[in-house]
């Protein structure tokens, strides 16, 4: 039976030690959006982004935001850097 290494025959010279197993809940927030749509819009606001930018644009990096809503209750807020999921 093959024996099982918790190091990958490939790897960056900078890391050294074993892999470790987590489940993502222990390294990363999740947190789901409020649902705001093109009704909500407004002409200045706070900065949001929509799901159709995600889903239907497909972009993998967003740098700026040209769409503003009044902000509900329990929005989740960016802080810079989150990875998206539309979902």
Known sequence: MEELRNRPEVRFKEFE???EIKNLGEIATFSKGRGYSKNDLKSTGTPIVLYGRLYTNYETSISSVNTFAEL???SVLSKGHEVIVPA
């Open 17 to 19: 030690e074993n892999w």
């Open 72 to 74: 509900k209750d329990k």
